[in-house]
């Protein structure tokens, strides 16, 4: 990836297209290495289940994750109305000094965290209104996903798959045509489980990507962190490029057929 590929969001211009979470980490200071590694410059955070100021008495992520060398993106995890979402962010906003960005989520089911799409445009809406720049975790409905950009919310997150899944993409075409069909960044959010998915989903033509557990339930989640890394950067990097087309039922050499030496059978050569 070149540095003249940046990624813009919400006005301001980024190199990483990895943005990652901070929990189900051992401790902040692991929530550290791997954001480090993983070169993101971005980082959400679950209000609801994360001190980021609102509990003075326990450790602060913020302390490890200054907002000086990281964009913190608010989070709604946990919230399944509208309501509840809405007063989240706001509380988000009063901690971060006025801090416009969110992620959006309204999920529906606690059983498999898919998200409840009425409520979602509900809260959108209001957020909106409100001067949030949202960013929206949304189900892989292209209706959906225009109404919600036409809305004004700067990016549509649809997942991949469920929450925590590692499933990856289970469905590439719905994807192929949000992107399609986008005037607002499209980022892949929930499902990955490992490089080779995140790879797959920039190829497909995905500004960005967004994960947690893939990273922070691995093995080594430093290691992991390094490995999504370069998957983005090889990912964009093959759909910038444009991948050869596929040739069914057809070969194609990689040599020329030209100027190829011919062997002189034995039985036509004369002698001296």
């Known amino acids: ?13 980024y190199s990483s297209r990895l943005l990652v979470g901070t929990g189900k980490y051992k401790d ?44 913190i993106l608010p989070n709604t995890a946990g919230c399944y109305t509208a309501d509840d979402a809405v007063r989240t962010l706001r509380l988000a906003r009063e901690l971060l000094d006025g801090h416009k960005l969110v992620k959006l989520e309204v999920l529906g089911d606690k059983a498999n965290l898919f998200p409840n799409m009425p409520e979602t445009l509900k809260a959108a809406k209001t957020l909106v209104d409100d001067g949030f720049d949202v960013m929206v975790y949304c189900t892989d409905d292209p209706i959906q ?37 986008a005037t607002v960044p499209v980022l892949v959010d929930a499902g990955v489980g490992t490089a080779s998915d995140a790879a797959v989903a920039m190829e497909l033509g995905c500004d960005a990507i967004l994960m947690n557990t893939a ?16 998957a983005v950067q090889a990912g964009r990097e093959a759909y910038l490029a444009g991948r050869m087309p596929r040739k069914y039922y057809s070969a194609d050499p990689s040599s020329p057929d030209q100027g190829l030496l011919q062997s002189v059978s034995p039985q036509t050569t004369s002698a001296s």
């Open 145 to 181: 996903c225009r109404m919600l950009s036409d809305m004004g919310c700067v990016a549509v997150m649809p997942l991949a798959s469920l929450i925590g899944s590692g499933m990856g993409i289970v469905n590439p075409w719905n994807l192929r045509l949000i992107i399609d069909q």
């Open 1 to 13: 990836m070149t540095n003249t590929d940046i990624f813009t969001l919400a006005g301001r211009h």
């Open 215 to 230: 990273i922070a339930g691995a093995r080594n989640p430093v290691l992991m962190a390094s490995a999504m890394k370069k």
């Open 28 to 71: 902040f200071e692991e929530t550290r290495q791997a954001i480090e590694t993983s070169g993101a410059e971005i980082v959400t955070v679950a209000i609801r289940r994360t001190n980021i100021g609102q509990n003075p008495g326990e450790p602060n992520l913020l302390d490890f994750l200054p907002p000086e060398k990281f964009t």
